[in-house]
């Protein structure tokens, strides 16, 4: 039910790994033993002190102190069938059997010849293995306090032990240079060795009950499952889960999916880490001089293996048929090209010809780029030169400059998504626009202080420069001049982010913040501060994700943004503004980030709530759908093409509905209506004669002059409906003269105000093809009319003119040359 985990003097247990549910103060020093005890837990810290936790009280059972001197408790487990007992084992090599109970020491075994470093109980009961500093391990029966077999390890102490439950004989155990040994019991043997199962100390070894399946761990962050089901009793690897065995150095996502981030570490390997499940985690493998040469002297004795990655470029266009990604390594003037979807170093090895044969010292690659189409890559060095190269062949194709791009050191270099420019940056100062095909220079820019990285978002243009006075400059590659300048971090700039639409761009330096700019405003916008410095930083191609790597931090951490599910306040942060530690991070729910203060700030954020009416100049359309004034011109046809074949046939038994009233909003019928339908089947004329309710409005509208709830009615009716309503404004529909005129002179309000203009240009369409007859024939209606045709002929005028306007402007913005 519960996992017990100790973090320097405290103990926490969690329930389903995600939740904290009870936490053990007390102890004065790290804790460095755990042991559950059915309704209790055992834990010793470094000092010696031994403490006995009841796991739901939370409280202290028992506690025994040690003294070092004389028993230093390096190892305890509880012997099987031993009610209330645990054995613990020492620095000196002894052992004692302790009842917790009654807290008596009820037998010391003697010295077993050098210091304990575990003990683990055989599938025998009585029967103990401990494993010795020396190497030795002792298979101890306990009950009649005798050696039953001695093995020894020449790599060092044993670290961990676990024997197979499955019906064989064996026995594992692990040593502090990777390896494991298998023992046979039976005939008190070697019965092989699984040489480099970890590159570092097996930590942990254990057979799962019952199953051929043995689990490991290490220290270089992973944890691998053997199976024993071939010949000889040696394991096989059947699964690994692993990371990073030294922090990353830098990360990118790769790909547009936003579903797998590279890194690459310090121990020189570069992986792919899945944001959706660790099942799809890959490594690509360390870089290697020469690979054969390295597989046949193995991990360990490896003198081929070549510098960490610094930094490296991706490009997914043409993975499928050569390799995507380019690597620079630390100290290293070649280039090396990997494979994702093989998974596994490349075949090309990027030197220029110049430093084939002479190596000089402090000559290496440091800035590397791949184009959009995935053909090229261009590497800058520190000498100052830049050269491109065939990605599918590694041939060289150029260099640009005389000799030398820039006098100093290469910062960083970027191609343009169509592979027109090339840009790169020295530490001289200058930003250099180079033809990529012909490889002339076409502009420079000289910055006012060194830059140290730049970062170019390919969809928008925009570059990002980091330099080194902690300042960011953007500069926008089309137009070649600089947009933006931010200051505000106070230590060296990591690394750089753009957001997919190029709105925002994320710094990371090493004053522990990470900043959020917004480009159009040129405002910082988000700051927070971590307990330790982002090395690097990616922002997802979909946008929901910022994925951050750290000082002497192995993880990955995903930070995901809340723009995308809540309201965010993105008004400018004031300049004195001092961010609050946040914590990284975590799969606990108790270790959520606190954003208190961001809440806070959205709550004061007065939501802009937007006017019927921008300005009273402007023309303003209603936000009613196109189904309700659209086709009001064309309800004869659609009625004649809607028309059935035959007539509904009535079903034999119909089923129960609520009765309703016809209608655009559905409303159930009363009772009272109901029965008078049910009582009298004589149609009753004088019903045909009551005015509807929108002809009471226009008739009240012609003395208060108000037309806002006749228009009202209007539009919460359907094109059916309406029609009807028209209809009945004449004479010969039960209507009136007069009330024709105060239609009219609502379509007049309603192109005063500009509000609603496609509803009353609808409307009035409708009412003219209705009663063109009518109006012809009364002059208080042709007067109307005419005073309404040049209001409506001018609107139209002035519209006609806008469209023009904006037509010419696109039109030339298309065809001209800037």
């Known amino acids: 039910m519960l996992v017990f985990a100790s973090c320097g003097s405290l103990l926490y247990a969690f329930a389903r790994n995600r939740e ?121 029966n306990i009950k009649y306090d005798e050696v039953l077999m001695k093995f020894q390890q020449d790599w060092g102490p044993v670290t961990a032990i676990s024997f197979r439950t499955d019906g064989h004989p064996v026995m594992a155990a692990g040593s502090p240079i990777g390896h494991i040994g298998l023992w046979d019991l039976e005939d008190k043997k070697l019965l092989g060795q699984m040489r480099n199962v970890h590159t570092t100390a097996v930590s942990g070894i254990s057979f799962v009950q019952g199953e051929p399946l043995l689990i490991t761990n290490g220290a270089d962050n992973a944890i691998r499952v053997w199976i024993f089901d071939g010949p000889g009793g040696n394991g096989r690897l059947l699964r690994c889960r692993m990371g990073h065995s030294a922090p990353p150095t830098k990360i990118r996502y790769h790909g547009q999916s936003g579903q797998q981030i590279l890194s690459a570490s310090q121990d020189g390997t570069l992986q792919s880490f899945s944001t959706v499940h660790e099942s799809f985690n890959k490594s690509l493998g360390r870089g290697s001089i020469n690979k054969k040469k390295s597989k046949k002297k193995g991990l360990r004795y490896d003198t081929m293996a070549l510098p960490p990655i610094t930094t490296f470029a991706t490009e997914i266009a043409r993975q499928s048929d050569w390799d995507g990604i ?47 189409c995935g053909n090229f890559a261009v590497i800058g060095l520190t000498t100052g030169h830049v050269d491109v190269y065939n990605m599918q062949s590694g041939i060289h194709r150029g260099r640009y400059g005389k000799e030398k791009a820039h006098e100093g050191s290469i910062r960083g270099v970027a191609v343009d998504g169509l592979n027109q420019f090339t840009i790169t940056v020295g530490s001289e100062g200058l930003i250099k626009f180079w033809k990529f095909k012909t490889m002339e220079l076409v502009h420079s820019t000289n910055l006012s202080s060194s830059p140290s990285k730049i970062l170019l978002h390919r969809d928008s243009g925009i570059l990002g420069i980091a330099t080194d006075d902690f300042g960011i400059t953007v500069l926008d590659i089309e137009t070649r001049k600089i947009v933006r300048r931010f200051s505000g971090h106070q230590g060296q700039i990591n690394d750089m982010a753009f957001s997919p639409d190029g709105r925002w761009l994320i710094t990371a330096s090493m ?40 000082v002497d931090d192995l993880g990955i951490y995903l930070w995901s943004n809340r723009s995308l599910y809540s309201l965010v306040s993105l008004r400018p942060l004031p300049a004195d503004y001092e961010p609050s530690v946040v914590m990284l991070p975590g799969t606990c729910a108790a270790q959520a980030v606190d954003v208190t203060g961001e809440e806070e700030t959205s709550e004061d954020m007065i939501e802009y709530d937007s006017p019927e009416q921008l300005g009273d100049a402007l023309v303003t359309l209603s936000i009613l759908p196109e189904s309700r004034w659209k086709n009001l011109l064309n309800l004869d046809i659609i009625k004649q093409k809607n028309k059935p074949k035959e007539p509904p046939k009535v079903p034999k038994t ?80 039960g209507g009136s003269i007069k009330v024709m005129q105060s239609f009219l002179r609502m379509i007049e309000a309603m192109l005063n105000t500009k509000c609603d203009f496609e509803l009353a240009q609808a409307y009035l369409a409708l009412f003219l093809k209705l009663h063109l007859n009518i109006l012809s024939s009364e002059p208080a209606l042709l007067a109307e009319v005419s005073r309404l045709s040049p209001q409506l002929e001018e609107i139209w005028i002035h519209l006609q003119t806008l469209f023009n306007q904006s037509l010419c402007i696109l039109n030339y913005m298309k065809t001209a040359l800037l």
């Open 20 to 140: 904290v549910v009870h936490t053990y103060k007390g102890h004065k020093a790290d804790i460095h033993l755990v042991l559950p005890f059915g309704d209790h837990v055992i834990s010793v810290d470094s000092d010696n002190a031994l403490i006995i936790w009841d796991v739901q009280s939370e409280e202290e059972y028992l506690q025994l102190n040690f003294e070092k001197a004389v028993f230093a408790i390096t190892a305890i487990m509880h012997p099987s069938t031993y009610m209330n007992k645990i054995l613990l084992g020492s620095e000196q090599g002894n052992l004692q059997l302790w009842n917790v109970k009654s807290n008596k020491l009820l037998y010391t075994f003697p010295r077993l010849g050098a210091g304990v470093t575990v003990l683990e109980q055989a599938p025998a009961v009585d029967v103990v293995a401990a494993g010795l500093v020396s190497g030795h391990i002792i298979v101890y």
């Open 326 to 372: 380019i690597a620079c390594h630390q100290g290293y003037v070649t280039c090396t090209t990997w494979n994702y979807q093989k998974t596994s170093m490349g075949t090309h090895k990027l030197k220029p010809k110049d430093f084939s044969k002479n190596k000089p010292l402090g000559v290496y690659a440091i800035a590397v780029d791949i184009t959009s």
């Open 511 to 550: 004053d522990c913040t990470i900043r959020t700019w917004d480009l159009p405003s040129a405002c910082l916008v988000d700051c927070f501060l971590l307990d330790s410095s982002a090395v690097s930083i990616t922002m997802s191609p979909t946008g929901d994700f910022l994925a951050t790597s750290h």
């Open 654 to 733: 119909a089923p129960f509905f609520i009765p309703t009233i016809p209608g655009l909003v559905p409303r159930y019928a009363s009772i009272e209506q109901e029965s008078d339908r049910q009582q009298s089947k004589v149609l009753n004329l004088g019903v045909l004669a009551q005015k509807s309710e929108f002809f009471k409005q226009l008739e009240e509208a012609l003395s208060s002059n108000n037309y806002k709830s006749p228009l009202n009615i209007l539009k919460e009716m359907g094109p059916s409906n309406i029609e009807t309503e028209l209809r009945g404004l004449s004479p010969e529909g």
